[in-house]
């Protein structure tokens, strides 16, 4: 079945460690994102990738870093300079580079950095 | 920038009724596209029901329709019939169309979500 997967579903971490947080679809799809999560909030922009080998910075790029290497997978770095690193990230995708199309999104993965 | 804004944190209603949340947004854009997401206790987004500005029409789909007011910026949900497993945390997004270049291109902008809960 088509669709998005992130893994792994819980991970845990020290503080100070770098982590990367996974993301593959296998949708075609061109445009690939990173979302946060908190509390009681709603979803926000990370990065965002149109097409491989590009990517922009979303609204709170700061201590996050990703690659787009091949166009099935977007993955998400959480480097140790991410003050506040504990939260809910969704990785999602849409089907066209223009973006015309809603987007579609993994299961996501709740990071703990302790 | 665009905004958008649930003022209502939480909302309940009994099953088989019918409920409404509210969403309102800020733009300066005239074509763009707004949606509503359901976010379950599993925490997988799942897509409700979605709405271009430039149509008129509300959209529809089964129990799910949307009253959209472009010039009240106002994107409210209705829920009829309401079911348990209509229970979950639902958010509006807004995404721009952007333009060449621009960096909201493709991007949604979420409020901050709407608890419901259904009573049997």
């Known amino acids: 079945d088509g669709g998005i997967t992130q893994s792994p579903k819980y991970l845990f971490r020290k503080e100070g460690q770098n982590v990367t947080l996974s993301c593959e679809q296998n949708l075609n799809h061109d445009a690939m994102y990173w979302y946060r999560q908190d509390p009681g909030q709603g979803l926000r922009l990370i990065y965002y990738?149109?097409?491989?080998?590009?990517?922009q910075k979303g609204d709170i790029a700061e201590g996050y870093s990703v690659s787009r290497e091949k166009k099935e997978s977007f993955p998400l770095t959480v480097t140790s300079a991410q003050k506040n690193p504990t939260a809910f990230y969704l990785c999602?995708?849409?089907?066209?580079?223009?973006?015309?199309?809603?987007?579609?999104f993994g299961p996501g993965t709740r990071l703990t950095v302790t | 920038a665009q905004t958008v804004t649930q003022s209502q944190p939480e909302m309940s209603v009994q099953e088989a009724e019918t409920v409404t949340l509210s969403c309102t947004y800020d733009t300066s854009e005239s074509d763009y596209y707004l949606f509503w997401y359901k976010q379950p206790p599993s925490r997988q987004m799942i897509l409700v029901i979605r709405q271009e500005a430039y149509k008129q029409q509300n959209a529809t789909e089964n129990r799910f329709s949307v009253n959209f007011q472009k010039a009240a910026k106002s994107f409210s949900l209705k829920i009829s019939d309401s079911q348990l497993g209509d229970a979950a945390m639902y958010f509006c997004a807004y995404r721009s169309l952007g333009g060449a270049g621009g960096t909201s291109y493709g991007k949604l902008t979420f409020g901050q979500g709407t608890i419901l809960t259904v009573h049997p």
């Open positions: 990738s149109q097409i491989v080998n590009d990517f």
């Open positions: 999602a995708s849409s089907p066209r580079r223009t973006g015309m199309h809603e987007q579609y």
